[in-house]
């Protein structure tokens, strides 16, 4: 046997056993629907506690903490199901009142409005034209005043001083590039 099947063999061992072992602890969860709700409980919680990268981490911590055999455990895999059951009462509450269809059938109208409202008015033409006069305006203020380079100036400064700061002596500092005349 050469490297090259010893190594595609370790790859389906190890791929067999992570499968078999996600089955294991999904079955001692309580299925893997448990899982994913505890997770989207504890995504939900993080996100609105701290922002998405500690919803994920918490996301994280309960699915491990489903796997536990103490009153932990038994709290995330309750969350879990909680879930699992709300999501399922939404689901039949919205396929028996066709919260779906109405929503396509409200959003629908909103966007024909929209368009009648602006072919009427002629909406997305002002917006357009008010954009490129205001970008007209400010690039006429920015050559007139030189705001651009004052603001590199002054953010360079501010980096100079900081990087000044906080280096060891003879670190390079940064300088704005100039402008170009065009």
């Known amino acids: 046997m050469d490297d090259q099947d010893s190594e595609k063999t370790k790859t389906e061992t190890t791929n067999e056993l992570v499968s078999q072992k996600s089955g294991e602890m999904a079955e001692k969860a309580g299925g893997a629907a448990v899982i994913a709700g505890a997770a989207a409980a504890g995504l939900a919680a993080g996100v609105a506690v701290s922002g998405v990268a500690v919803g994920v981490a918490v996301a994280g911590l309960a699915v491990a903490a489903t796997q536990r055999s103490d009153e932990i455990g038994d709290a995330a895999r309750a969350t879990g199901n909680a879930v699992v059951h709300g999501y399922e009462k939404a689901k039949e509450y919205s396929e028996e009142h066709h919260i779906g269809d109405k929503v396509k059938e409200v959003t629908?109208?909103?966007v024909h409005k929209a368009k009648?409202?602006?072919?009427q008015y002629h909406v997305v033409e002002?917006?357009?034209i008010g954009a490129n006069t205001a970008?007209?305006?400010a690039k006429e203020i920015d050559a007139e005043y030189h705001i651009?380079?004052?603001v590199a100036t002054g953010v360079s400064s501010g980096v100079n001083a900081v990087t000044k700061a906080i280096s060891p002596r003879g670190t390079s500092t940064v300088t704005p590039e100039e402008p170009s005349s065009t």
């Open 126 to 128: 002002k917006a357009k």
């Open 135 to 137: 970008i007209a305006k």
């Open 116 to 119: 009648e409202i602006d072919e």
């Open 148 to 150: 651009s380079t004052k």
């Open 108 to 110: 629908q109208k909103a």
